[in-house]
């Protein structure tokens, strides 16, 4: 995760809105299913009297110990646990999970895989830990991290046997801090047994050496697809906040990370592969920090104290790799923001010889930032790994007291295939649509962020934010805001 971001009509109010979307048409229900789910963020000191028996117990015990009643004083201990670490929302309870899980079995239970885009921890763990325990280990700290991520991964494979399971990491899955990470770490190797168990025969020994080193890997997707390879990235490495465990920035481990990843591409492309990207955090612009500054300030001239967007990569390296790759990726996964989004990363203009590559950033369990509890089901080509539709599952509150479809896609947008040519179709409408007054432009804004009405949003900040849908570069960002280009 991010950011405790405020729901779109406050963007607005902000000045400067976050937007992007596209498009797919009638859903394809004989196609294999995929489940699509991210941030999950399990908070295992919702109960802070359960803390020590989570500490001492295996993660076999750990159901036992979540469901059994809430201590008397619950509320009132997690409230001043709250206060002490700044949270200003709730994260996943153990009641969520199990309403979460209990509607993917309902609406999801054919799906023949299932995406986890990272951040399973959550957020202000490192502060909570300290206030429950002030004189717990560093060692404790690790095994209660380890222990959360193995339990949800248990979950998950408890909920959908017969599906292979595959996780990216998030900034928040560490064993030190929030965008903290060592390379080569015992941690890593712990998880990385956790990740690798998920997917069976699919996890190799050159993946759970490269997820041991990095927390990244590839491996060729099992059936029903068919010659694609999976290239997970830990993009925590190249966060602008990244620092190793010790509170060093460190430019090495995204550096060698990038060069790994063009080798990936490159023997994919040369296996005649089809690929799909997944990470945590999007490259491009972040639209909740942009909207903070203003329009003003984002088009103010170069070289101005903030001036310019606020981008969620240290570089734009992983976007333009991706972009130069869209002849080989078919599918790119990433998540962070908890809204439900889409891009479009291009290297040129999409003329002759320039590619493009499609972006689903999946939207959240946690209600933390404001939003309802989402998950996606896809039905996807798996002869050309084309995502063809989806379908969002939303819960009627941050509780999850129940659960329904909120759209399909192709019905939302009136296009089939997540391709970019249908993205730039769907793009393209909205930008000629310069008030958001048609039909898609209104399904975006509705959908965006789950359990939010309907809203309309002043035109320039809706013109804005499209154009954030392609301009993953700041300099082609504010050409676009500001009216420059």
Same mark, same amino acid.
């Given at each position: 995760?991010?950011?405790?971001?405020?729901?779109?009509?406050?963007?607005?109010?902000?000045?400067?809105?976050?937007?992007?979307?596209?498009?797919?048409?009638?859903?394809?229900?004989?196609?294999?299913?995929?489940?699509?789910?991210?941030?999950?963020?399990?908070?295992?000191?919702?109960?802070?009297?359960?803390?020590?028996?989570?500490?001492?117990?295996?993660?076999?015990?750990?159901?036992?110990?979540?469901?059994?009643?809430?201590?008397?004083?619950?509320?009132?201990?997690?409230?001043?646990?709250?206060?002490?670490?700044?949270?200003?929302?709730?994260?996943?309870?153990?009641?969520?999970?199990?309403?979460?899980? =209990?509607?993917?079995?309902?609406?999801?239970?054919?799906?023949?895989?299932?995406?986890?885009?990272?951040?399973?921890?959550?957020?202000?763990?490192?502060?909570?830990?300290?206030?429950?325990?002030?004189?717990?280990?560093?060692?404790?700290?690790? @095994?209660?991290?380890?222990?959360?991520?193995?339990? +949800?991964?248990?979950?998950?494979?408890?909920?959908?046997?017969?599906?292979?399971?595959?996780?990216?990491?998030?900034?928040?899955?560490?064993?030190?801090?929030?965008?903290?990470?060592?390379?080569?770490?015992?941690?890593?190797?712990?998880?990385?047994?956790?990740?690798?168990?998920?997917?069976?025969?699919?996890?190799?020994?050159?993946?759970?050496?490269?997820?041991?080193?990095?927390?990244?890997?590839?491996?060729?997707?099992?059936?029903?697809?068919?010659?694609?390879?999976?290239?997970?990235?830990?993009?925590?490495?190249?966060?602008?906040?990244?620092?190793?465990?010790?509170?060093?920035?460190?430019?090495?481990?995204?550096?060698?990370?990038?060069?790994?990843?063009?080798?990936?591409?490159?023997?994919?492309?040369?296996?005649?592969?089809?690929?799909?990207?997944?990470?945590?955090?999007?490259?491009?612009?972040?639209?909740?920090?942009?909207?903070?500054?203003?329009?003003?300030?984002?088009?103010?001239?170069?070289?101005?104290?903030?001036?310019?967007?606020?981008?969620?990569?240290?570089?734009?390296?992983?976007?333009?790799?991706?972009?130069?790759?869209?002849?080989?990726? +078919?599918?790119?996964?990433?998540?962070?923001?908890?809204?439900?989004?889409?891009?479009?990363?291009?290297?040129?203009?999409?003329?002759?010889?320039?590619?493009?590559?499609?972006?689903?950033?999946?939207?959240?369990?946690?209600?933390?930032?404001?939003?309802?509890?989402?998950?996606?089901?896809? +039905?996807?080509?798996?002869?050309?790994?084309?995502?063809?539709?989806?379908?969002?599952?939303?819960? @009627?509150?941050?509780?999850?007291?129940?659960?329904?479809?909120?759209?399909?896609?192709?019905?939302?947008?009136?296009?089939?295939?997540?391709?970019?040519?249908?993205?730039?179709?769907?793009?393209?409408?909205?930008?000629?649509?310069?008030?958001?007054?048609?039909?898609?432009?209104?399904?975006?804004? =509705?959908?965006?962020?789950?359990?939010?009405?309907?809203?309309?949003?002043?035109?320039?900040?809706?013109?804005?934010?499209?154009?954030?849908?392609?301009?993953?570069?700041?300099?082609?960002?504010?050409?676009?805001?500001?009216?420059?280009?």
């Amino acid at each position: 995760m991010m950011f405790a971001a405020p729901k779109l009509r406050v963007l607005a109010a902000l000045s400067f809105g976050l937007l992007m979307a596209c498009g797919v048409a009638h859903a394809q229900s004989a196609l294999p299913q995929a489940l699509m789910i991210s941030d999950i963020h399990l908070d295992p000191f919702h109960d802070p009297a359960k803390v020590s028996q989570l500490m001492a117990a295996p993660v076999s015990g750990w159901e036992a110990i979540l469901a059994s009643p809430d201590s008397p004083a619950q509320a009132q201990d997690f409230a001043a646990l709250k206060t002490i670490c700044k949270q200003k929302a709730d994260d996943t309870s153990y009641a969520l999970l199990v309403s979460s899980l =209990h509607a993917i079995q309902q609406n999801a239970a054919g799906v023949r895989f299932v995406t986890i885009s990272g951040d399973l921890i959550a957020h202000d763990l490192p502060c909570k830990f300290k206030a429950i325990l002030p004189r717990g280990t560093q060692a404790q700290y690790e @095994s209660l991290v380890e222990k959360t991520i193995e339990f +949800q991964a248990r979950a998950i494979e408890k909920t959908l046997p017969h599906a292979v399971v595959y996780f990216s990491l998030g900034n928040n899955d560490s064993n030190c801090d929030d965008y903290k990470l060592d390379t080569d770490s015992a941690f890593l190797k712990t998880v990385g047994g956790v990740v690798g168990r998920g997917m069976g025969s699919a996890w190799t020994p050159a993946a759970a050496a490269s997820f041991a080193h990095g927390g990244y890997y590839s491996v060729t997707m099992s059936a029903p697809m068919r010659h694609t390879r999976l290239i997970v990235v830990n993009d925590i490495f190249l966060a602008p906040k990244y620092e190793s465990c010790a509170n060093k920035p460190d430019d090495a481990p995204g550096a060698a990370q990038m060069d790994w990843l063009a080798k990936q591409l490159n023997a994919a492309r040369r296996l005649h592969q089809h690929v799909w990207v997944m990470g945590h955090i999007p490259p491009g612009v972040n639209p909740y920090a942009t909207a903070r500054k203003g329009l003003f300030k984002v088009c103010a001239p170069a070289g101005t104290d903030g001036a310019g967007p606020t981008m969620f990569m240290a570089n734009e390296s992983l976007g333009d790799t991706l972009a130069k790759n869209g002849d080989t990726i +078919q599918m790119t996964i990433f998540a962070h923001t908890h809204a439900d989004e889409m891009r479009l990363y291009s290297a040129g203009d999409a003329g002759a010889g320039d590619t493009a590559v499609a972006v689903k950033l999946v939207p959240s369990i946690t209600p933390y930032n404001g939003n309802n509890p989402s998950f996606t089901v896809a +039905q996807v080509n798996t002869a050309t790994a084309v995502m063809e539709d989806y379908t969002v599952f939303t819960a @009627s509150d941050a509780q999850g007291s129940s659960w329904a479809k909120e759209y399909t896609f192709s019905e939302a947008y009136g296009h089939t295939g997540f391709t970019p040519a249908t993205l730039r179709l769907v793009i393209d409408g909205f930008r000629a649509d310069t008030e958001d007054e048609a039909p898609a432009s209104q399904a975006y804004l =509705h959908y965006y962020e789950a359990g939010e009405p309907p809203i309309k949003l002043p035109g320039l900040v809706w013109r804005a934010g499209v154009c954030a849908l392609t301009n993953e570069h700041a300099a082609d960002y504010v050409g676009c805001a500001c009216g420059s280009k």
